[in-house]
């Protein structure tokens, strides 16, 4: 029997606070909630793969261990993904106590919000700014405002917590909404399913009486006309009975590939906001709030250090910086640009791996539809002049190379030239978005092992 009562867990949790230090209990057991218990396993959620792994390999045996000697059940420990949609154990939702009426209703409406992700720790920056605004207008006036709300960017930069955020405010406002969150993916899950077995009304159910739907990661839907169909009449019961919808996407509505276009198009009837890529001073201000989360004071060097050897993804700047408090607390070092250098420099130098002057050539000739030997050449046309700076300024910021070596790489240029072309694309990436998406194509190319893959081919 499945039972999501967490009396154990909580007296587990009492023993092991005595057992740890303060700081090792609030950095890996505050982040764990209890799901559920069986007489087998005990199913703890855990916020990412990271935590899991820590978890396993630092503390499954202390927790098996203090559990067993709270029980005589052969109970074990499993773990499980807080990005899971949270499917809540049915006891809860049968709960009859009427006096927890109110609270049974939120339960109930939030299942699938996860209560980490507030507005209250979203960082606004200029890259996130619009969308924030759009998030806090809508939750502040569901179905008045904008319907639907579309919500896109690239990975990690935020639109998930942006969604729960709104999720929370919207049931803090008013616990009777019944709103429900899930990602694209979830939904064609529960389509197949119910056409599997032939439940279409039930499936209907699910969705027409919600005052607010959040739907995830659209572009999942690309090319799947059976839910993109049905997708469409959920959208169109809800839209027409004023109710809200919130959708998250990795493009812009008309960017969307293999998406019918009635859907592109009523996705961009409402409101569209985008998420950009944060700036130095966003990536900074997020890490001293992750830090925050953590009850850590994170030293304003180690926050430049972090932020500036991670491009965009928000994701990998908060990994990173769990990897360091971790680290910290394991060895009992203080959280500092010392420690930072020590521990992540296998992964900030893995950035770079891909890269070396072939690479660097072969990328760059190859987008600019040129050959490797003009980029050597003495030849002074635009066609070949800016690629090879180009080149040069990629080989300055992302190898070890001396700028004498650059320059002899590129047909015996000399230093100086290496220095004004590296100078003059770093402004000109800033100025010029055309420029700045090249650039970012060639890299993206070269991380990816593409251009590698082309240049073992040739030499073979
Ligand atoms: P996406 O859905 O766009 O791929 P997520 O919303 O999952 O990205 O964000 C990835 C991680 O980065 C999450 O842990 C989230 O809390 C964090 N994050 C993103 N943007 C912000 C922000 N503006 N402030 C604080 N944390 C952020
Ligand atoms: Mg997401």
């Avoid at 499980?80 to 949609?85: F, V």
């Avoid at 999942?220 to 006309?225: D, R, S, Y």
């Avoid at 650059?406 to 420029?435: C, M, P, Q, S």
Wanted: charged share 25%; glycine share 4%.
């Amino acid at each position: 029997m499945t039972t999501s009562d967490n009396e154990l867990w909580e007296k587990c949790l009492a023993k092991l606070k005595k057992e740890i230090s303060n700081e090792n209990y609030l950095t890996w057991f505050v982040p764990i909630s209890f799901h559920s218990q069986t007489e087998k396993e005990l199913t703890l959620t855990v916020p990412n793969t990271f935590y899991k792994d820590c978890l396993q390999q630092n503390y499954l045996e202390l927790i098996t261990s203090t559990l067993r000697s709270l029980t005589t059940l052969p109970i074990n420990i499993a773990f499980q993904l807080e990005s899971k949609p949270l499917s809540l154990p049915q006891e809860k939702i049968k709960e009859k106590d009427s006096q927890h009426k109110v609270e049974k209703i939120s339960i109930v409406s939030c299942a699938s919000i996860n209560p980490k992700y507030k507005f209250e720790n979203f960082v606004v920056g200029s890259s996130n700014q619009f969308a924030h605004a759009a998030a806090l207008s809508v939750t502040n006036n569901p179905k008045v405002t904008y319907n639907p709300l579309f919500v896109y960017g690239g990975v990690g930069l935020g639109k998930t917590h942006l969604l729960h955020a709104m999720g929370n405010a919207i049931i803090a406002n008013n616990p009777q909404t019944r709103v429900r969150y899930l990602s694209a993916e979830s939904f064609t899950v529960d389509l197949i399913e119910s056409l599997k077995h032939d439940d279409m009304q039930n499936f209907r159910k699910r969705y027409r009486p919600l005052d607010v739907l959040f739907v995830d990661d659209i572009q999942f839907l690309a090319g799947k006309n059976r839910t993109q169909e049905e997708f469409f009449y959920t959208f169109n019961a809800l839209y027409e009975s004023h109710k809200q919808l919130i959708l998250s996407s990795d493009s812009y509505p008309k960017d969307l590939q293999n998406i019918e276009e009635r859907l592109r198009s009523r996705f961009e009837s409402g409101l569209v906001a985008d998420i950009e890529p944060p700036d130095l001073e966003t990536k900074i201000a997020i890490i001293y709030k992750k830090g925050e989360e953590h009850n850590k004071i994170i030293p304003q060097e180690l926050a430049s250090f972090i932020a500036n050897n991670i491009k965009t993804n928000i994701r990998e700047l908060e990994g990173l910086l769990l990897r360091v408090i971790a680290y910290a607390s394991f060895t009992n070092r203080d959280i500092d640009l010392k420690l930072a250098q020590e521990v992540l420099r296998e992964f900030i130098y893995d950035r770079n791996k891909n890269f070396n002057i072939a690479t660097i050539m072969t990328a760059t000739a190859s987008y600019f539809e040129i050959k490797i030997a003009d980029l050597k050449s003495k030849k002074r046309s635009r066609q070949i002049s800016i690629p090879r700076q180009i080149a040069m300024y990629l080989c300055r910021e992302h190898t070890k190379l001396s700028l004498p070596d650059i320059g002899r790489h590129f047909g015996g240029k000399d230093h100086t030239t290496v220095i004004f072309a590296h100078k003059k694309f770093t402004r000109l990436i800033n100025e010029n978005n055309e420029l700045k998406n090249s650039v970012k194509i060639i890299i993206e190319n070269i991380e990816s092992g593409k251009t590698l893959r082309n240049t073992s081919k040739k030499s073979e």
